[in-house]
């Protein structure tokens, strides 16, 4: 379902949607009241849904749309604005599964490749997940076409997971703590770092797949609702204890070392899986500025495989590496990369992550 209170949207999206033969776009409406009473006569894998429309806003409707289907998956869209990008981390805080930023004129809509090509990977991918969580309880299911979805996509068991135990290096506590994720990340990040208000002194490095601006305000609402220091990293600052950097959105966040000092380097790098952050070349570089033994990664819900050569190389350095969970999370891609592997000393429930790394930090020498 496509929700949009400008008819000239919906048919662009609803074009840019049915391009793809796995997908169809069952309904089209103009406000959040509207998609609350179609959710109830059909059935709906994704809804991607407008912020500002009138009658009903779409953060009012995510909770009374995931009332309706607690397993349908919402994609917001919403522009590059602070506002805009603070009204979209509160509707992931609300549900929303995740977000796409929205050219501002319809035009830049139907001429940009990018943004169709990264829509069309998200509902695909979401719609997987919510198929497989029990999205389609009614009506008639429409078969997919023959081809999967690639393996770099969306990631899905495919023989006996396997963990290693804990290195040498977590005999002592980590030194650093780094934190990959991208598509359900936000949520995910702000359950494990509620846990990090006490215990927790190490310096938090987290690279999450967003456009700028959604960084900046996703730092701000994690200082809020997880009472930590969270800040968007900036180029040259040292690397400190209690405090969170999360990597800027159109930048890779490096750690270099200066005059024997860890600093945060941000670079204009080409992409690396497609993404600038990535999560690859932040654990590079913690590994040559710390040595392997002292860092606990960890890696989160999102899609493709991102993190899985950067996190290799930490743990075969002697970091330790833990993931989420294939049933907590959104999408289970760059941990299930991970985890099929076999480079995780655990896979675990989301809300046993947190735990779990204020134990390793705060232990004893």
Same mark, same amino acid.
């Given at each position: ?10 048919g662009?999206l609803?074009?840019?949607? %049915? ?17 609350? @009473?179609?959710?109830?006569?059909n ?22 749309l995931?009332a ?6 919402i994609?917001?869209?919403?522009t =590059?604005?602070l506002?805009? #990008?603070?009204?979209s ?10 977000y796409i ?10 001429g940009? %490749?990018?943004?169709?090509? %990264? ?5 695909k991918? =979401?719609? #997987? ?15 997919l076409s ?11 068991e ?13 005999? $002592? ?9 991208s598509?359900? !990340? ?5 359950? $494990? ?13 987290i ?18 609702? +997880?009472?930590? @220091?969270?800040q968007?990293a ?8 209690n ?16 005059a ?9 790098d080409?992409? %690396? @899986?497609? +993404?600038?952050? #990535?999560?690859d ?6 590994? &040559? #500025?710390?040595? !392997? ?22 743990? @075969? ?5 833990i ?20 480079? +995780? ?5 989301? &809300?046993?992550?947190g735990?779990?790394?204020? &134990? ?6």
């Open positions: 379902m496509v929700v949009d209170d400008s008819a000239v949207i919906r662009l609803t074009r840019a949607l %049915e391009g793809d033969a796995d997908i169809r776009v069952v309904t089209s409406v103009g406000d959040g009241q509207m998609a609350v @009473n179609s959710l109830q006569r059935s709906i894998d994704v809804i991607v849904l407008d912020i500002e429309m009138p009658v009903m806003d779409g953060l009012t409707a995510i909770p009374k995931l309706v289907a607690p397993q349908v998956k994609i917001m869209a919403s =590059l604005t506002r805009g #990008a603070d009204v981390i509160r509707c992931l805080s609300a549900g929303a599964a995740d930023p929205k050219p501002t004129s319809t035009r830049e809509i139907g940009a %490749e990018d943004f169709k090509r %990264e829509l069309v990977s998200k509902v991918a =979401l719609g #997987a997940a919510a198929r497989r969580a029990g999205s389609r309880t009614r009506g008639e299911i429409r078969p023959p081809a999967p979805l690639p393996l770099s996509l969306l990631k899905r495919v023989g006996p997971i396997t963990t290693r135990p804990a290195p040498v290096g977590l005999q $002592v506590k980590p030194d650093v703590i780094a934190i990959g994720s598509t359900g !990340g936000p949520q995910a990040l702000f359950e $494990v770092l509620s846990h990090m208000k006490s215990g927790v002194t190490q310096p938090i490095l690279t999450q797949h967003m456009p700028a601006t959604f960084t900046t305000i996703l730092a701000e609402h994690i200082t809020r609702q +997880c009472g930590i @220091n969270a968007e900036k180029d040259g600052e040292p690397v400190v204890p405090r969170c950097y999360i990597a800027p959105g159109d930048f890779h966040m490096l750690v270099t070392q200066r024997g000092v860890n600093v945060i380097s941000l670079t204009k080409p992409p %690396e @899986n497609f +993404c600038r952050p #990535a999560v070349p932040m654990m590079r570089s913690i590994l &040559k #500025a710390y040595g !392997g033994r002292k860092i606990l990664a960890c890696i989160l819900t999102g899609m493709g495989q991102d993190g899985l050569k950067g996190c290799t190389d930490v743990v @075969n350095g002697g970091g330790t590496l993931a989420q969970d294939e049933a907590s999370s959104v999408v289970w891609g760059m941990p299930g990369a991970v985890a099929q592997a076999g480079i +995780c000393q655990s896979i675990l429930p989301l &809300k046993e992550i735990p779990y790394i204020r &134990k390793f930090a705060s232990r004893a020498a």
